[in-house]
């Protein structure tokens, strides 16, 4: 198994800019997130899905969209990059929802200039 | 919502030695405890969870201590090993589908 994979890596976007940041396990999971990580920061909640077809929002979800089409896929779209999105991204999941033993993928470092 | 907080930002521990990283939270309604670990630029790592019914479980070389009287959590590390330098997070779940993540300790380990 790939585990939770993300792509991209590294990213740099200009000012309201629109991407998409891919995250996909193959471990059968049901529930997926994605967090955000700031230096000297805990990760806080963008959103999350405990199914296909169900998305609801974490802590910070402002500015962030997600869908989950599939079991598999977790994409999360920036609508208009801001500095303040300047972060780095991390997507995780976990076989149950409840289930705490989350597994995160590498992140993806995201700069907005 | 309530924050969960760490007492101090480094620990520096001889290698060999135990480590005891410490943690305060704030909600009394949290039902599950968690410990994630931070190699340098990867994600987090499970190590162990508890339930708030409980006061100590114990993982692979771990033992996680919860005190519930003062709003403490610790996460003991025995025979500290230089794979063990690293972040790491405490997080705290109130009941819904979404983890509260205190800021991190950094340990650092000495030779």
């Known amino acids: 198994n790939a585990g939770v994979t993300q792509t991209p890596k590294f990213q740099v976007l200009k000012t309201g800019q629109s991407m998409t940041l891919q995250c996909a396990q193959d471990?059968?999971?049901?529930?997926m997130s994605w967090y955000r990580q700031d230096p000297g920061m805990g990760l806080r909640l963008i959103h999350y899905?405990?199914?296909?077809?169900?998305?609801d929002q974490g802590e910070v979800p402002n500015g962030y969209n997600v869908s989950r089409s599939t079991t598999e896929d977790f994409p999360l779209r920036l609508l208009s990059a801001a500095p303040s999105q300047t972060s780095v991204y991390f997507c995780?999941?976990?076989?149950?929802?409840?289930?705490?033993?989350?597994?995160f993928g590498p992140g993806t470092r995201l700069t907005v200039t | 919502g309530e924050s969960v907080g760490l007492h101090l930002p480094t620990l520096s521990v001889q290698e060999g030695d135990n480590s005891i990283i410490n943690c305060a939270y704030s909600?009394?309604?949290?039902?599950?405890f968690i410990w994630y670990k931070q190699e340098s630029g990867k994600g987090p790592q499970f190590i162990i969870d508890i339930r708030s019914n409980m006061d100590k479980r114990q993982g692979q070389r771990v033992t996680v201590l919860l005190n519930k009287t003062v709003k403490h959590l610790s996460l003991q590390i025995a025979a500290t090993q230089p794979g063990d330098s690293a972040v790491y997070f405490c997080?705290?779940?109130?009941?819904?589908?979404?983890?509260?993540w205190g800021a991190g300790t950094k340990l650092i380990i000495k030779p």
């Open positions: 899905s405990v199914g296909a077809g169900i998305t």
């Open positions: 471990m059968n999971h049901e529930y």
């Open positions: 995780a999941s976990s076989f149950r929802t409840g289930d705490y033993e989350q597994y």
């Open positions: 997080a705290e779940n109130e009941g819904n589908y979404q983890l509260i």
């Open positions: 909600n009394s309604a949290s039902d599950y």
